[in-house]
């Protein structure tokens, strides 16, 4: 039997395994299917398991532009080795030196196509975290101001607008965001109380 601590626990767990075992719980305790609970706990498992998928892609990725740059590197190469005079040998290295570089700029381009595809991630995540934070916090707080409860929700998710922030911390800034939360949404289906500030 799950207990309501085991809920807690799954919800605290960020993994896409934790969230099918979170899922079932909630669905074995009988949480309402227009629970909130539920189109956030979609968001996040599609959330971690598009991350997942893209690092992979990403690593594949970034693996076939160096095998890439390494077949490109050898047929430069072996130009230069059978190159017949001196002449013959700056045109081929030159020729083989263009081609290299534009083999590497365009392998390149693979992984920052992969970027872009992420940034994209980290914005549909960004979209959903703010409405869901927005809705746990009129829970919690109804008597805040519009104003005031746009500007914390603001100065929270500010971070992730950092420029200067890699595409793994601020992935670690969203999960940490959904499982936040997640714990909430949870406790407030299960009518365990939520401490606000």
Same mark, same amino acid.
Request: overall charge negative; proline content about 4%; cysteine-free.
């Given at each position: 039997?799950?207990?309501?601590?085991?809920?807690?626990?799954?919800?605290?767990?960020?993994?896409?395994?934790?969230?099918? =075992?979170?899922?079932?719980?909630?669905?074995? /305790?009988?949480?309402?299917?227009?629970?909130?609970?539920?189109?956030?706990?979609?968001?996040?498992?599609?959330?971690?398991?598009?991350?997942?998928?893209?690092?992979? @892609?990403?690593?594949?990725?970034?693996?076939?532009?160096?095998?890439?740059?390494?077949?490109?590197?050898?047929?430069?190469? =072996?130009?230069?080795?059978?190159?017949?005079?001196?002449?013959?040998?700056?045109?081929? +290295?030159?020729?083989?030196?263009?081609?290299?570089?534009?083999?590497?700029?365009?392998?390149? =381009?693979?992984?920052?196509?992969?970027?872009?595809?992420?940034?994209? /991630?980290?914005?549909?995540?960004?979209?959903?975290?703010?409405?869901?934070?927005?809705? /746990? @916090?009129?829970?919690?707080?109804?008597? +805040?101001?519009?104003?005031?409860?746009?500007?914390? +929700?603001?100065?929270?998710?500010?971070?992730?607008?950092?420029?200067?922030?890699?595409?793994? =911390?601020?992935?670690?800034?969203?999960?940490?965001?959904?499982?936040?939360?997640?714990?909430?949404?949870?406790?407030?289906?299960?009518?365990?109380? /939520?401490?606000?500030?």
């Amino acid at each position: 039997m799950t207990t309501a601590d085991d809920l807690l626990l799954y919800a605290a767990e960020p993994t896409p395994e934790s969230l099918r =075992q979170l899922q079932t719980a909630l669905l074995a /305790v009988g949480i309402a299917e227009e629970d909130p609970v539920w189109s956030l706990l979609d968001s996040y498992y599609a959330f971690l398991t598009t991350l997942a998928a893209r690092a992979t @892609s990403r690593e594949f990725s970034h693996f076939a532009s160096l095998l890439d740059m390494g077949a490109v590197g050898g047929v430069a190469l =072996q130009n230069l080795l059978h190159a017949e005079d001196e002449g013959q040998w700056w045109n081929r +290295l030159l020729v083989g030196g263009l081609s290299e570089g534009l083999m590497v700029l365009a392998a390149r =381009q693979y992984v920052r196509a992969w970027e872009g595809e992420l940034d994209a /991630v980290f914005a549909a995540a960004r979209w959903q975290l703010y409405r869901g934070l927005w809705r /746990v @916090s009129e829970a919690l707080r109804p008597g +805040l101001p519009v104003e005031e409860r746009s500007r914390l +929700l603001d100065e929270l998710l500010a971070p992730l607008d950092d420029a200067g922030l890699s595409a793994a =911390q601020r992935a670690a800034l969203i999960t940490r965001l959904y499982q936040m939360l997640l714990l909430a949404r949870v406790r407030l289906a299960l009518g365990r109380p /939520v401490s606000a500030p």
